[in-house]
């Protein structure tokens, strides 16, 4: 299909590990991304991936990548409030100009 | 401190009006990009321009218009043809026109039709 795809809602316990889970379209992208939107706000770049790699960390953040099948994911570690937000994966289609295509984005929910 | 500035924060419209939306960005990135964001769609691309006095149809064209005349502004019009025009607006902007190392957003407008 066209859409990058994610889970719209998910919700944890302050202190677990969230994980977030994207299916996206294009093989040919080169980055991928996650971004982070808080209410009335507009969207808060994450982190990125290069398409040559596997994996990222960057502090409580990790990201995954199964280029076999269309799959990031980002886990979130020792989740706090603060981390409730919705969250939005992105692909780069570099046949159409470069746009970034969005998923629907995932409301993560953090309970104390 | 280089941004993306939007206004104004909230807009309401009348029937019948045109009215435009402003993005300003002084991180003199090339790309500029306006998105409109409903709840649960996610967002879905209007218009984009990769250069000055130049820009292209993104997938929901249809009723809003924009122009590039200085690198630095790409204010978008949503006219009275566009049935439908309440949502949040949100630009962007990219130093790589191939969309490399992601975008840069604003804080958005939010339009309102009364």
């Known amino acids: 299909g066209e859409d990058v795809e994610q889970s719209l809602f998910l919700s944890v316990r302050e202190g677990d590990s969230s994980v977030i889970n994207c299916t996206y379209t294009?093989?040919?992208?080169?980055?991928l991304y996650w971004y982070k939107q808080e209410p009335g706000a507009g969207l808060q770049l994450l982190t990125y991936i290069f398409s040559n790699m596997d994996m990222k960390q960057d502090q409580r953040l990790t990201v995954l990548l199964n280029k076999k099948d269309k799959h990031l994911s980002l886990r979130i570690a020792d989740t706090q409030t603060g981390d409730s937000a919705i969250y939005f994966c992105a692909e780069t289609r570099g046949n159409q100009g470069g746009k970034l295509i969005f998923g629907q984005g995932t409301e993560l929910s953090v309970k104390p | 401190d280089g941004g993306i500035t939007q206004s104004p924060k909230y807009l309401f419209r009348k029937e019948g009006q045109n009215v435009t939306l402003s993005c300003e960005q002084n991180?003199?990135?090339?790309?500029m990009y306006w998105y409109r964001q409903d709840p649960g769609q996610g967002l879905r691309l209007i218009y984009y321009s990769q250069i000055v006095n130049d820009f292209q149809k993104g997938d929901i064209a249809e009723g809003y218009s924009v122009s590039r005349e200085k690198k630095e502004s790409f204010p978008l019009t949503v006219t009275s043809a566009q049935k439908n025009p309440t949502a949040f607006y949100l630009c962007?902007?990219?130093?790589?026109?191939?969309?490399?190392?992601?975008?840069?957003f604003g804080s958005g407008t939010r339009l309102t039709v009364v």
């Open positions: 294009d093989s040919s992208s080169t980055y």
């Open positions: 962007a902007s990219s130093i790589d026109v191939r969309g490399n190392y992601g975008y840069t």
């Open positions: 991180l003199n990135h090339d790309a």
